[in-house]
């Protein structure tokens, strides 16, 4: 790539060069700003193949295929190099064309490749099959020296992988458990997820921590709902039993007041009773 971008000016070979590196560095993590990245460097120089190739890997990753595919055919044609065919036959499988994929399996472009090419190219043709729901024919493709062999090499996870898969969707589950424990031992970087597969085939059900806070979060809620209805049930207790010593007060100042009132009315008729004796006595005087 350093060689390719030696044709360019000095000034325009690193703005490349810059807007490449970040493709590299963000195509697995944040594909949708790799590919914005692609772009720029498409732009400033799209007369060199490994700028192509960027921008073509860059579109595979957003799943934008026809784009991907129309950008590996023109890096081909710069370079005449083989090596990007599995890949463009895989953009024919994201384009719905699995039969053109299949086809390009049997090309003699194939036998150029290098052994990791023609285990990807092989790796193509098997989910081919499956897109057009040859599951069996998907198996067999799988079955090569490279699967049986024990050797761990770059692709070697992915194929059992791969392989596996294929059991498992023909039904075959104790051979696709033991292949995806054979994709397990050879996947050191992590590039599968053989091991939530064996995990799921074993019945085992991982928690995340993170929902299980959520989750004891959640019961926390509830207990707080529970004593926030519990206080205010009491608060109406409290304020009922005020209402209650008011009303008995009450009820006791009007038996007061009664009390008082019956008092007087008594004084008023004995006051009234002795005037009326006075006003006798002064009669018979």
């Not at 993590?29 to 700028?51: C, G, H, M, N, T």
């Not at 023609?118 to 499956?130: I, K, P, Y």
Request: aromatic fraction near 4%.
């Amino acid at each position: 790539m350093r060689q390719e971008l030696q044709s360019l000016p000095k000034g325009l070979a690193e703005d490349v060069a810059r807007n490449l590196v970040m493709v590299a560095n963000l195509i697995d993590e944040d594909p949708e700003q790799a590919y914005a990245y692609s772009k720029i460097a498409l732009r400033l120089a799209s007369r060199v193949a490994a700028v192509r190739e960027a921008a073509g890997f860059a579109a595979y990753a957003t799943q934008k295929y026809s784009e991907a595919l129309a950008e590996f055919r023109a890096a081909r044609r710069m370079t005449g190099s083989v090596e990007l065919w599995p890949v463009m036959a895989d953009c024919e499988r994201g384009l719905g064309r699995p039969e053109r994929a299949m086809a390009m399996a049997g090309e003699p472009e194939v036998q150029k490749l290098d052994k990791a090419g023609q285990v990807e190219m092989r790796l193509v043709a098997a989910g081919a099959r499956r897109d057009m729901g040859q599951i069996d024919a998907a198996i067999v493709t799988l079955q090569s020296p490279e699967l049986a062999s024990n050797s761990v090499q770059s692709w070697t996870a992915r194929l059992r992988y791969a392989y596996a898969d294929a059991l498992l969707a023909a039904g075959r589950e104790g051979e696709a458990r033991e292949w995806f424990a054979k994709a397990l031992e050879a996947d050191k970087d992590g590039a599968t997820d053989a091991s939530d597969r064996l995990a799921e085939l074993d019945g085992v059900e991982f928690v995340d921590a993170h929902d299980e806070h959520d989750a004891q979060d959640g019961d926390h809620s509830d207990l707080s709902g529970a004593t926030d209805v519990r206080d205010d049930e009491a608060d109406e207790q409290d304020e009922q039993d005020e209402q209650d010593e008011q009303d008995e007060q009450d009820d006791l100042s009007d038996d007061v007041v009664d009390a008082q009132a019956d008092e007087a009315a008594d004084v008023d008729v004995d006051v009234d009773t002795d005037t009326d004796t006075d006003a006798e006595g002064d009669k018979s005087s």
